[in-house]
Structures are given as C-alpha cells and as structure tokens.
C-alpha cells in the first residue's frame, strides 16, 4: 500500500496520514473530512523537503490514483522521464564509440594494406619502364639527374594537401620558413644550404645511379631482391654508429642477407657481367643505408613537412650544382645522348613520375599507417618483378637464383620484427597456455556436471570420495 506524508502549516494540528482505499467505507470508523478540507482549502500549494507539490500529490491520492507514488508529482515524472531517457543515449554513445573505433580500426588497416599495394607496384613499374627505357636510351646518370630534379615538386605538392586538408591555412612563404627549422632555429642560410644538402644530395645520386647500372647487368628480379638488403646494412650502421641496441635476430638477418649476395654472385661462376651487376647493386644498397642513418644522425626525426621541404631542397641542389656531371659525360662522349628531340620523353617522364610516386608514398605513408607495412611493400616489388620477368620478358631463374632471392627476404622479414619481440612472444605463447587450461577446466566442470545430472535422473546418488 502506498502511503504519503504531509505537513500542515496552521498551528499544532497533527499530522494527517491519508491512504488510498480500496473500499469507499470503513467499518466501524468515520471519514474524517474536516482535516481533509482544511487541507484542500488551503490557497498556495506547499512544497514538501523533497519538493513535491502538496495539492497535487493529495488530489491525485483521494481522487483513487492508485498508480500515483508519493514525491513523483507531474514535474518529477518529467525529471523521471529524462533521466530515464538518459540511460539508453549513455548506452547508445558508448555503441556509438565502440563501432567508431572498430570502424577506425578497419579503416587503417584497410588503408595500409591499399599502400602497401601502392609502393609495391610504384616500384615494381619503375624499374620495369627503366628496362624498357634502355632499349632505346641507354643513359644512366641522365636519367638519375632528370628523375631527381622531380624532387622540387615534393614540397609544393606536400603544400597543396595543407591546404586542402588543415583549417588554418598559412601562405606558401610561412610553411616553408616554419619547415626551414630542420636546418636550424635560424632557418636555411647558403651555407647550410650546401653543408646539409651536398652529402645527402651525392648519396642519393649515387644511389639512384648504381641501381640503373646494375638494371643494365642483372634482371629486375636480381636488382630489387638485392636492394632488400639495405636493411641489413642499416642495421649493421645503427649497431655501429648509433649505438643501436644488439639483437641477435637481427645479426643472422644480417647473415642471411650476406649469404644470399653471395650465392647470387655464386649464380654465374663469379665472372662476367653477372658478378658486375651484383657488385654494383650491393652498392646501391648500401649508399641508401648511409643515407638514411646519416639522416637519422643529424636530422633527427622529421615531421612529413620538413621531410618534404627537404627533399625539394635536395632537387634544387641537384638542379644547380649536379648538372655539370651529365654535361661531362655528355661532352666526354661516355653518354651521348644525341639531340634532344630524340630522347624517349614519354619513357623519362613517366620514370620520373612514378619515382616521385614511390618517394611520396613512402613517406606520407609512415604518417598515414604503419611503416612496417612500407617495408613489406617494398619487398613485396621482388616477386612482383619476377612476375612480370617470367610473363613478358620470359626469363628463366635457376635454382641458386631462386634460393638467393627466398634468403635475402627472409632476412628482410626478419629485420622487420620489433625490438621486444621476443617478450612479446612469450607473453603471446603464455595467454595462449592460459586460456587453454581455464577452457580444459570448464570442460572437466561441464562434463562433471553432465555426470551428476544423469546420475540423478538413473535414480543414483553419487557421493564425493574425500
């Protein structure tokens, strides 16, 4: 039965306890009715210490409400209803954030896996178009400088997305002043212009330069499987030179890579053009791991911003000041490239476009997502290279080739594991030993339980040994 409290405010009258009934009359007792009136009479409605109305609570009491609970007058079941109505929102939000998160989560991984595609096929048709560039124009260093002037572009395309995707846009000369702090406090001067920009610009020239040399002497297949091991020389330089942290993975990753130089040198008897082509892309790879730890060194970590201001200061170095080079050449007759209407522009440009393709890729793409995957798709350009080797240019790899290739990117996948892999995978292996006691477990009980049941049912009774 519920039941209500009221205070009346004239005088020492008592308190008045109405409860709702059932039955209009009550045997042997008679309906008070002046308390009743001197309630109902009363002009202003008074406010309990819970703050319910008097005059509504009591006209929805007599008047047979038995619905009605004390304190939960009209205004309250207002309140009532928002709180009420606050429950399934709070619900729904943390929904709502959940499948955001899930939704963002797929997102990135959907996106990684689409760059990862990306640089693999960047760089599986950029050294496939230098193939088809040799036949008819057979100039390495021209077409190294012609492809690393593309490198200016970097900045204002980087300049372009700030715009498109940032609400507080700044004018072309104040982001390139604020990413000028990768030189110093003081911005870029002529000096460190040429004393930041110089060895970084010659390793990249030297990079790119044995790389088509050695596309002139081995398949593409060789020459990428080759490059993978970069990583293995950034390791070793790190150990060295950056004091990086020792792991034994990564030192037989480093072995590995070794083996599989030699094995492929080993391919043609370690003469002719093959031992050549090898030596060379050794080469290659090993001024990008200077380069990039020399980067690490003094650069330090960039932001995508500096990285691309950079790599436009480093097209402009190599517009100035490396030109001479390919006119020496030119003039020496160590690559004559004949008149310039001649020159396969259609081949050089989309060269030069898809480089710049795979350098914007990997770099917007260690912000976008994980760098691993970068690192996954580069090494992915090797069978993708192969692919295209064995279907077009219908090229056959022996056995060592082969068993070269598949050492030189395992090491390479090797190199790719974190550095606290190992605990990682322990404490892996242990939630794994973990869970599979506690499901044993619940299968002993569920079986146990099984048993007892149809023990009961036979009519047996099953009595626990001590």
């Not at 899930?102 to 230098?130: D, F």
């Not at 950056?242 to 094995?263: E, N, Q, W, Y």
């Not at 020159?343 to 976008?368: D, E, Q, R, S």
Request: charged share 15%; with cysteine.
């Amino acid at each position: 039965m519920i039941s209500s409290e009221s205070v009346l405010e004239s005088g020492d009258q008592p308190c008045i306890r109405l409860e709702p009934l059932k039955n209009t009359h009550l045997p042997g007792k008679a309906t008070p009715t002046g308390g009743s009136c001197a309630v109902f009479m009363d002009g202003s409605p008074k406010v309990t210490a819970n703050g319910v109305h008097d005059i509504e609570d009591r006209i929805l009491r007599i008047t047979g409400y038995y619905g009605y609970n004390p304190g939960y007058s009209s205004h309250r079941r207002e309140d009532g209803s928002e709180s009420h109505a606050e429950t399934p929102g709070s619900e729904t939000s943390g929904e709502s954030r959940s499948y955001r998160t899930c939704t963002n989560a797929v997102l990135k991984v959907l996106g990684g896996l689409l760059m990862v595609l990306c640089v693999s096929s960047s760089w599986v048709g950029t050294t496939q178009v230098v193939k088809l560039t040799f036949q008819s124009f057979s100039c390495p260093f021209f077409i190294s400088w012609f492809s690393s002037n593309w490198n200016i572009l970097f900045f204002p395309i980087y300049y372009s997305g700030h715009v498109v995707i940032t609400r507080e846009k700044q004018t072309p000369i104040q982001k390139f002043r604020e990413c000028s702090k990768l030189f110093g406090e003081d911005g870029m001067t002529l000096k460190l212009f040429v004393k930041r920009t110089a060895p970084f610009s010659i390793l990249w020239t030297l990079t790119n330069y044995l790389y088509l040399l050695a596309l002139k002497k081995l398949t593409a297949t060789d020459v990428s499987a080759l490059y993978c091991c970069h990583k293995a020389f950034v390791f070793l330089l790190s150990w060295i030179v950056l004091k990086d942290r020792f792991m034994g993975v990564r030192i037989v990753a480093a072995i590995m890579a070794i083996t599989g130089i030699v094995m492929m040198a080993y391919a043609d008897g370690f003469h002719g053009d093959s031992f050549v082509g090898v030596a060379l892309a050794v080469g290659s790879a090993s001024t990008s791991a200077l380069y990039k730890v020399l980067f690490k060194m003094f650069l330090g970590s960039a932001n995508l911003g500096e990285v691309a201001h950079f790599l436009s200061t480093m097209g402009f170095f190599n517009l100035i000041f490396i030109s001479c080079v390919p006119l020496i050449l030119y003039f020496t007759r160590v690559e004559h490239w004949g008149s310039l209407s001649s020159l396969p522009w259609g081949y050089m440009c989309g060269l030069a476009g898809l480089w710049l393709v795979f350098n914007i890729l990997v770099h917007v793409g260690v912000v976008l997502t994980y760098p691993i995957l970068i690192s996954i798709g580069t090494l992915l350009s090797v069978p993708g290279n192969a692919a295209v080797d064995v279907l077009k240019h219908e090229v056959i790899f022996s056995v060592v080739r082969l068993a070269a290739t598949c050492i030189i990117c395992l090491g390479f996948l090797l190199l790719l594991l974190p550095e606290e892999w190992d605990s990682v995978t322990l404490r892996f292996l242990a939630n794994i030993a973990d869970k599979k006691s506690e499901e044993h477990g619940e299968e002993l009980t569920e079986s146990s339980v099984n048993t007892r049941s149809r023990s009961r049912a036979n009519g047996a009774v099953s009595i626990p040994l001590a």
